[in-house]
């Protein structure tokens, strides 16, 4: 395949090298006469590809130990008996390999002739037909033909559905379609074990296996009764990745062909940021390979990146502007210009009748830096005010002020990498298999090599206890507790003298560490003291805090289950305090490292999406930095901090904000307390909503900007890791333009003058404003594929790892943490705690996800629900619910299941017929205001279907959802 890579070939080496690289004292050996140095423990195989010497091989890969099994890379090695696999044969020094031989060259053709002997040779049609290692191999050993021939009888192969007398062949077996994305033809197996070992070793989870002895022997989905899509496959890629042959292969090349050439970018979904390939015919998108030199995935990649791109060119996407005069008008299609000229006459009008302060804007934790960039200085610079807020504050927000608070920083400490040096793991409000597929096969990995895990969750996620994996101590706390649990752990750790004093006394406040430790030494913070409250065993939590104080490197993950309550804030400073209790940070396998739910989160907060803060976490009261901004936007800068999204929805009601600008952010369906949120746009005189899809908060918009994929543009995400990562242009945009063309556009209709040419001026900008941005610019992501900020004159090459010498603020801070329970009660009326989160074919909202083949796995949200609590309340599985709360009620089909304790139930918010937040509160974080998604009381019982309210909804939906014909 022709393969224009960006960076291009040079920067990294593309070449399979057989086995994965190793890491030790050099090691000369010859190889056809060549000589070679390598690290000790290396492949001969890997050091003759490292000298440019290919040697044949079906059944290794570099992303896989070395299995074996083809025979196909044998070598001679001076002075040893017989031909060794150079792919499980180790250097050693002196030695002095000949891959090329007389002898050699046979045995690879003999044992070539037995594979293509059992091998359809429909190579002209085969859907792999020039992407086929089989097909390569032959041609490298130089087979020309095949000796053996059929005995009387007939010969037995697994290819031919029937012999030459039309007899069924018990050994053929058909092609396996089940799964929307690959297809599984066992008929073109050789039986090589590469998917079944990427399923193991990369993924993690040991859904195939290889059935049968000899010449019996095939790959399996499980039972005989499973197929694919039956069977515990999570549909990652891997064992398709892996795959030599068409055995598996994507059902997108089967119907259009082999790709002709790629561009890297990067994943525009979770947090975990992966880089991939995206393969092209044209401009036409074939398939998403992942990147093996991503340095955030390292070559692996999850349902949603694999293969979840088809919203792109869904029909449901919009790709012309529309305007309307009423949210109850029918939308009509009008040119750029008139669309973006009716925005900003709107926009200037709502500032000249209610005052500079009465617009804002939304930005999107989806889109780029840059754009990010743009919409906040839009809000800034154009409008005259700070009413910025994002999508980042919802989910994060607890996160940025919790460790801002506590080391400096607002960020996580570590890079992925960091895992597989890691003894210990604290999980804590987060659940990795399903939000955060790609890390958490990392995670796996390492936890089957020996780790030990902690998990901190209400629900019995699939990390404590899955394929060859088992957390060492579960500890299912009751939501709104988090608090009170991490300070029993703090309150073992310090009354039984297990802190690492020498670590507290060089990098912390000494002082404020006494403070701290009279605070957890309370007997009132003892597990035992606790349980009632938490509904965690004092043993298994006194266990759990030994085992993270004693086991060795600890390190602490968490997610939103920790960031979106009441005490977010003080969660995370409670997280933070555990980890300079026990020195668990500054070095490679500890550290506190926050899993971003959306791909550019991180990035979104960076570039000065809140309020209060400037690009870079600055207060915008600072006179200096105001003053920063002024010299190179030549604007005053409003010292007053603006309104977040529910004090914008709040004045909204009350008449004083009338216009918002919100770009890919559906905050009808992903904010709290649904009816406040469409109370607040359908009082406002001008919503714009800039987005791919009408999505819900369409329903109340005047203005709809269509929007570009993340294939359609060229940009920056910013990971969890902090890892500034390229997304690069696949294709043209489908709507005319990159959304930060569009963001520019409407700015300079209100009267500025931008004329940024391409988003690389815009990061040399952020670049010129940011400090932590400083050495960040398109040449040097070019030359490295991606940095972790800080990246500026004392870190040029970035940052993998935070405070090693010493933290950003200088002496770590302990905060006292006291727990205060939320003013959410449950009681008579509302007897149960409702939390929510994802599952891992979908995607936050779903607007993407929905739009593609994953709903076979997830069609509609399920409310999770005890035997208990389903038993006294005469529900059966799969019934309709009615799910109430103080603030409204919906409907929708009942799990049972024992993952979730009596008391509690659990649910998703990807479908919007659902509409999980017209339960949710508007309790939020006591710093932040990042909502109380995680605890709502409330009450199930037995329903008939859809309540009035969501039928109302989707009535008003379909009727702000028309659109007049063109003509019209």
Known sequence: MKDFIIPPMDWKDERDMGTPAKQGAPVTLSIDGFEVTVPEGTSVMRAAAEAGIQVPKLCATDSLEAFGSCRLCVVEIEGRRGTP?????????????RTQSDNVRTIRKGVMELYISDH?????????????????????????????????????????????????????????????????????????????????????????????????????????????????????????????????????????????????????????????????QGDQLVRMVPYKHGKANRGHSCVKGRFAYGYASHKDRILNPMIRDRISDPWREVSWDEALGFAATKMRGIQAEYGQKSI?????????????????????????????????????????????QTFGTSAGTQDFDSVEHTDVVIVIGANPTDGHPVFASRLKKRLRAGAKLIVIDPRRIDLVKSAHVKASHHLPLRPGTNVAVVTALAHVIVTEGLMDEAFIRERCDWDEFQDYAAFV????????????????????????????????????????????????????????????????LGRPGVGVNP?????????????????????????????????????????????????????????????????????????????????????????????IVHDLFLNETANYAHVFLPGSTFLEKDGTFTNAERRINRVREVMKPRNGYADWEITQMLANKMGANWSYMHPSQIMDEIALTTPSFAGVSYTVLEEKGSV??????????????????????????????????????????????????????????GAQTRRTENVVWHEQDLLEIHPHDAENRGLNDGDYVRLASRSGETTLRAKITDRVSPGVVYTTFHHP????????????????????????AVQVSPSNGPSVWQEDYAAQAAQARRILPAAE
């Open 521 to 584: 030494s309370d007997p009132r913070h003892a597990p035992e003291a606790t349980e009632m409250l938490t509904g965690v065993p004092a043993a298994d939590l006194r266990e759990a805090a030994k085992l993270f104080a004693t086991g060795g490197n600890g390190a602490i993950y968490y997610g939103l289950g920790v960031t979106e309550h009441s005490q977010g804030s003080t969660t995370v400073m409670s997280i933070a305090n555990l980890a300079m209790l026990t020195g668990n």
């Open 85 to 97: 696999a150079s792919c499980t044969t180790p250097v050693a020094p002196g030695m002095v390999v």
């Open 913 to 936: 017929d659902t509409q999980a937040n017209v339960i949710t509160t508007d309790y939020s974080d006591w710093a932040t205001n990042c909502p109380e998604y995680k605890v709502t």
């Open 120 to 280: 359809p040779l429909d190579c002209l049609t085969c859907s792999a037909n020039g992407d086929c290692e089989l097909q390569d191999m032959a041609g490298a050993v130089g087979l020309r033909d095949v000796r053996y021939t059929a005995p009387t009888g007939g010969m037995a192969t697994h290819f031919a559905p029937r012999n030459t007398s039309g007899e069924t062949n018990p050994e053929w077996r058909p092609k396996d379609d089940s799964n929307p994305y690959f297809s599984y033809d066992p008929a073109k197996c050789i039986v090589c074990n590469r998917c079944v070992r990427a399923c193991e070793e990369v993924q993690g989870t040991f859904a195939l296996t290889i059935e049968g002895r000899g010449f019996d022997s095939r790959v399996s989905f499980g039972a005989k009764t499973d197929d694919a899509l039956a069977s515990d496959c999570v549909s990652c890629g891997a064992c398709v990745q892996a795959c030599p042959t068409a055995t598996l292969q994507e059902k997108s090349v089967i119907e259009m062909g082999t790709p002709d050439r790629s561009v890297v970018t990067t994943c525009a979904y979770c947090g975990v940021g992966c880089s991939f390939k995206a393969e092209m």
């Open 360 to 404: 804002g804007v939304i930005t999107s934790s989806r889109c780029t830096n840059e754009e990010t960039y743009l919409v906040q200085k839009l809000a800034r610079a154009v409008f005259g005010n700070n009413n910025t807020d994002t999508c980042a504050r919802v989910c994060h927000s607890p996160t940025g002020y919790g460790l801002g």
């Open 788 to 845: 972790q900020w800080p990246c500026n004159e004392a870190h040029p090459d970035g940052t993998p790892l935070m405070h090693v010498d010493g933290f950003v603020r200088g002496k770590g801070r302990f905060i006292v943490t006291e727990y205060v329970a939320t003013d959410e009660k449950t009681g008579p009326r509302f007897p149960l705690l409702l939390t929510t989160g994802r599952i891992l074919s979908q995607y936050n909202v």
């Open 595 to 687: 899993l971003r739910g959306q791909n550019n989160v991180q990035g979104a907060c960076d570039m000065g999406s809140f309020p209060h803060e400037l690009p870079g976490y600055r207060h915008v009261k600072n006179d200096d930095v105001r003053d920063l901004f002024k010299s190179v936007w030549g604007v005053e800068i409003d010292p007053e901090p603006g309104l977040r999204i529910p004090n914008m929805l709040d004045a909204a009601v009350d008449g004083t904000f009338k216009g918002l600008y919100c770009q890919g952010e559906d905050i009808l369906q992903s904010d709290p307390d649904t009816k406040h949120v469409a109370a607040g746009l359908a009082a406002m005189d001008c919503v």
